[in-house]
Structure formats: C-alpha cells, structure tokens
C-alpha cells in the first residue's frame, strides 16, 4: 500500500470511529455523569494503552516530554470533558459538525504560531465556515428551545486544542512512532484523570445497575476503540501527511455521527443541514490545493 493510499485509509477508519464516539458519548451519559464519563475514558485508555505500548515509552526523549504533556492536555484532557459536557447539552450531531471546525483551527495555529502560510482561497473558507457556524448555532437554538446551546462553545474550545495539537505532533513528534506518542500521553493523563475520578461519587455510591453496568460497557467501548486505537492512527496519519489533511477527518465525521443521532431520535431541520453543508465547503476551500 502507497503513501497516499495509507492516508486515506486512516482517514476513512477514524471517520467511522470517531463518527460514533459521539452517540456512545450520550449513551454513555445516562448512567454517569460528565466528568466520570471524562475520567473514566481516559483511565480505561491509560490501562489500554499501558498493556499494548509500554515498551514503546523508550522511544521517547527527555526533548520530547515537554510536548508530550502538552498533548496530553490539548488533544485529551481537555476536550474529553469539553465534550462530555456538550453532548450533555447539545444534540450529539450537531457538536459533530461543531467539531468540523478544527481544520479552520488548524490552519489559522499554523499560520500565527507555526509558521504556515495562508492562501486567499483557505481564508475566505474560514469565513465561509465561521457563517456556517453561526447558522447552524442559531437555528439549532431556535428548533430545540429546551437545549442550551451556550455548550456548542465547549466544541469550538475542544477543537481549539485539537488544532494546536496536530501541528505540535507534526513539528515536534514527528521522529517518534504514533504508539510511542498516545502512551506517552495516557502516562502523562492516568494520575490527573483518576483523581479527578476519585472526586467525583463514582467509587463511593457505583451501584451495579443495567443502567451503570450499560453506561461503562459504552464508555470501555469509546475509550478503547475511539481514543486509545483511534488516535494511535491519528498520529500515523499525522506522521504521513500534512496537518490541516490529518484535522480533515473532523468533517467526515458528522456523516457518521448525524446518521447515528438519526437513529436515535434527533432532529435536525433543512437549515441546519445547509449550514453543515456551508462549514463543509469552507472547510474544502481550506483544504483545495489551487
């Protein structure tokens, strides 16, 4: 298999995967709490990932660890309970699209820290984008009065980190393998994730109910397959392409998670459609090569 051919592999897979984190999210909700749905994804992902990659720690420098621990926090700790706490909130599609934003975010980082260069048509899919943002923000709050879609800015800040993230990794990660990174990341993240576990009610009141016993079976599920295997491919991917190529799976992934909150019962209105519809074509313009 080419370069070009892995590439869009690893899109395509994290796509499927990271498309269904966001239904398993909202299920997972029913029987936890935001910050244990947060914590326990990252927990369950550090003892993943301690048991398939610890010896690729080794890999590792003293060099490299200052940007392992800032990963850790942007690409996950973060927005792990930003989007816990959204899906809480908003409809699981919608902060789907919402998290479409983070090629915009990418480029913008690149350009303003990284030292990328911007081209007319990319900036004017930013703003094609950032219309579509505000559309899709406004009429969702028109058509379901009983959400709070002030939490649609916890989105935009998950993929703030996101974006810095992905052009960290390519700068500064990019002479250590995928495996060695996320390991990296889940050693940094298991203290910090299980004492913000052990704050919580989650040991001291866990009754092994259907709804809990289902809620966990949905969060090991996300934690395994949408963040521990997940983003080892993210960072093969990463590895292999540009930055704003990598963040493009943010707009695959609403096809994935739309035709999940589909099947559970979500709306969604024409207008929200053709706003996602906009955020995709700004997000196209910002990844068109001429």
Known sequence: MNLQQKKWLYLGMLSL??????????????????IQVGALRMVIAAIFLMLIGFKSLKQIQKRHYKFIILTSFLSTFFPVFLFAYAVNGIDSSIASI???????????????????????????????????????ILNGANLNPDQNYWFAILVVLASFGYALNVNIVKKYLHDISALSIVTGNFLVLIIPAFVVLLSTDFFSTFQPTETRLTALGYITILAIFGTGIAKIFYNKMVHLASPVFASSVTYLIPIVAVFWGYLDGEELSIIQLFAGSIILLGVYLVNKKK
Do not use: D, E
């Open 98 to 136: 919402l998290n479409s934003l983070t090629p915009f975010n990418t480029l913008i980082f690149g350009a303003l820290i990284f030292g990328y260069t911007f081209k007319k048509q990319q900036l004017i899919g930013i703003f094609i984008g950032l219309i579509g943002t505000v559309l899709l």
């Open 17 to 34: 995967v990271w498309g269904s984190s966001f239904i398993l999210m909202k299920k997972a909700l029913i029987g936890l709490t935001p």
